[in-house]
């Protein structure tokens, strides 16, 4: 682990993560709720379905150990 971050809270109804370089370049982002096709469901992580850059995020399927499904 190079870092760990804290004190990050994220919104189920709508919010986006983005991941930049140290100069600020996106590298990365998804965003869910309202103007997008993606959902965040209570005790489901949202996932990308392939690790290169552009794939798809989906609502996962598998919960996770402590989820409330």
């Known amino acids: 682990v190079h870092y760990i971050y804290r004190g ?12 930049l370089r140290p100069d600020g370049q996106e590298v990365d982002r998804v965003a869910w709720g309202e103007g997008s ?4 469901v209570a005790g489901a992580s949202l996932q ?22």
């Open 8 to 19: 990050v809270t994220l919104a189920n109804r709508r919010d986006e993560l983005r991941l």
């Open 48 to 69: 990308r379905t392939q690790p290169a850059a552009g794939a798809t995020w989906v609502t996962s399927t598998t919960p996770w150990p402590g989820s409330a499904r």
């Open 37 to 40: 096709d993606l959902r965040a």
